[in-house]
């Protein structure tokens, strides 16, 4: 295979390929300077100078780079090196896609689909928020990361065909209305009509992924391309529960509302989506294998302190947020109902701790939300005021692409009048010396040495000629004319040149500025937002430990109160009203 390993783009060396499709390459990179380790995503050689694909590249690198989420793959820069290679600089992400683990697995278990779901909603969400639509949501475009504060960390990839919503259709054709885009298995209704799109289009797609999570194979397939765009306008997929009876009615209900034909029907954002997913989890309604539960020894007979304990107060799954938080909001009441005369002082102890953990989660959580806030902010800012350059800069280069063209087009009649008076001056000379040598020739000498009068003999002739010579210069006028005129234009085309070369160079130029100020100020965003992301996981995992701690002790202090009030030590423990 052809690549690009071992090959410099601007600061970067791509030192071995990770993934090539027929689009793009995505090459593992390391900075020459700074000796980071970064993904660039690289256009395919045969796409290299053709305008379509390289716009859409140098797009997603846009697009993405204006969106700052976790659950979305960062990009640190874009553009276009030597020879017109279009390529974006992301984070270097290890893990697997979702398309693998289902490859690997076949099916992913309820509670864990929720949980990934949730997470894909949250990044479609930001994004939303800044009217882009991704449009190609699939489990080859979900990544399960590794080496973050929780397994199944999702981010999304390849935002290569996302519709901006703010763009001028015009300017972005290769993702206007009208077009197809999209991967037929993963399309929605609006895609495969080539309608206009919104975020309930990505919802569409959503329940795809949950659907062929939930049963190992994708809601609608076909061989024909053209026919599987059908089955999504016209069919409706097959029930869930016909095919795995133990995902609940709840959550089938869930993927079959995304999966609606009209996005009327459908939920109408990915907030919504995201508040129903974390709805069945906080409920343990998602189906699959039961929730875990503290038991009680075969022995007990005390059914209502099994009540609060199973019902209550269910031992959360580290690493799930949702889940913890349900967690934090029983257990204060399980414990007062569990020990009303006093909780256990190493319960009480690990209590403390986990509510001071807590406290300081919640203030580094909400320090990282304004964080991320005022860089999303800052970054539309300086969008909006790159937006104004970007639009004259190519008002301009259209204008002088325009006169360009016409300059060319002047001196090609140029030349050809040239050609032509040419011609007519090279005529106008053989004529002309023509006539000089009849007029040579006009009298000569008879064999006797008398004069002979040749006139009447080339009279007609030279007449002829004269008029020839007549015709040629009145050609040769009009040749003229038509060349001053030509080069009438051509002057009148020479300043608006000029001007607006030095208009291209200001803006540029001003533009540059303006691109390295928003490249550092977002560096310093990035930076501070960084930093306390890095607080806020060492704090979940702090707290993860505490709680790990918490249900280690809650269970050996449950074993030993039930023991204690089997043998009939202790009186029945009654849930509060």
């Not at 015009?170 to 991967?183: E, N, Q, V, W, Y």
């Not at 039961?290 to 107060?313: H, I, Q, Y």
């Not at 004259?392 to 006169?403: D, F, H, K, V």
């Not at 993860?544 to 449950?558: N, S």
């Amino acid at each position: 295979m052809d690549t690009l390993t071992d090959t410099r783009l601007g600061d970067y060396l791509l030192t071995g390929l990770i993934a090539a499709g027929g689009m793009a390459a995505v090459y593992e990179a390391q900075h020459v300077r700074t000796g980071g380790r970064y993904a660039v995503k690289v256009l395919a050689r045969n796409l290299q100078n053709r305008r379509d694909p390289l716009a859409r590249i140098l797009q997603e690198g846009r697009v993405i780079c204006s969106l700052l989420h976790e659950h979305i793959v960062r990009v640190f820069e874009y553009g276009t090196a030597e020879e017109g290679i279009g390529f974006i600089v992301m984070e270097l992400l290890r893990g697997v896609t979702l398309a693998e683990e289902l490859a690997r697995r076949g099916t992913l278990e309820p509670d864990r689909i929720a949980f990934i779901g949730r997470q894909i909603c949250a990044g479609l969400d930001a994004a939303h928020a800044r009217g882009v639509y991704h449009r190609d949501i699939k489990p080859a475009n979900i990544m399960l990361v590794e080496g973050q504060r929780h397994r199944d960390f999702v981010k999304l990839l390849d935002f290569g065909i996302a519709k901006l919503h703010a763009d001028d259709p015009a300017k972005l054709a290769a993702t206007a209305t009208g077009m197809t885009l999209g991967t037929p298995q993963y399309m929605s209704p609006e895609q495969a009509r080539a309608d206009t799109i919104d975020a309930r289009s990505d919802i569409y797609q959503v329940g795809l992924v949950l659907y062929e999570t939930l049963v190992g194979t994708p809601a609608f397939s076909d061989p024909n391309p053209v026919t599987l765009m059908g089955k999504h306008l016209t069919e409706r997929p097959r029930p869930i529960r016909d095919r795995r009876p133990d995902v609940s009615i709840e959550m089938e209900r869930l993927v079959l509302r995304c999966l609606e034909k009209s996005p009327s029907a459908r939920f109408q954002n990915a907030r919504e989506l995201q508040a129903a997913l974390d709805e069945l989890a906080s409920t343990g309604t998602t189906g699959g294998m039961s929730p875990v539960r503290t038991r009680m020894p075969p022995s007990s007979t005390d059914p209502e302190a099994e009540t609060v304990m199973g019902g209550n107060l269910r031992l959360p799954t580290l690493g799930n947020p949702a889940d913890l938080e349900r967690y934090a909001r029983n257990l204060s009441e399980v414990l007062d109902q569990l020990w009303p005369d006093g909780v256990p002082e190493a319960l009480q102890a690990i209590q403390d701790e986990l509510w001071s953990l807590t406290d300081d989660q919640a203030r580094v959580g909400t320090d990282l939300a304004l964080a991320r806030a005022d860089a999303d902010a800052l970054a539309q800012e300086l969008e909006a005021r790159l937006r104004p350059l970007e639009r004259a800069i190519e008002s301009l280069a259209n204008e002088q692409s325009t006169l360009e063209s016409q300059m060319t087009a002047s001196r090609s009649d140029e030349a050809r009048v040239l050609a032509r008076v040419r011609a007519l001056d090279a005529e106008y000379a053989t004529i002309y010396t023509e006539i000089e040598q009849h007029q040579a020739a006009l009298y000569g000498r008879n064999a006797r040495g008398g004069l002979v009068d040749f006139r009447d003999l080339f009279h007609e002739d030279i007449a002829a000629r004269l008029d020839q010579l007549e015709d040629i210069f009145r050609r040769r006028t009009g040749e003229a004319e038509t060349l001053s005129g030509i080069r009438a234009r051509m002057a009148d085309l020479l300043p608006r040149l000029s001007d607006i070369e030095q208009q291209l160079y200001a803006l540029k130029k001003s533009r540059l500025s303006l691109e390295t100020e928003r490249a550092s100020t977002l560096a310093r965003m990035e930076f501070k937002v960084t930093d306390l992301d890095n607080q806020h996981k060492d704090l979940e995992r702090a707290m993860e430990h505490r709680y790990l701690q918490l249900g280690l002790a809650f269970r050996r202090a449950i074993s030993r109160l039930l023991e204690d009030r089997v043998s009939g030590a202790l009186p029945p423990v009654r849930a509060k009203s």
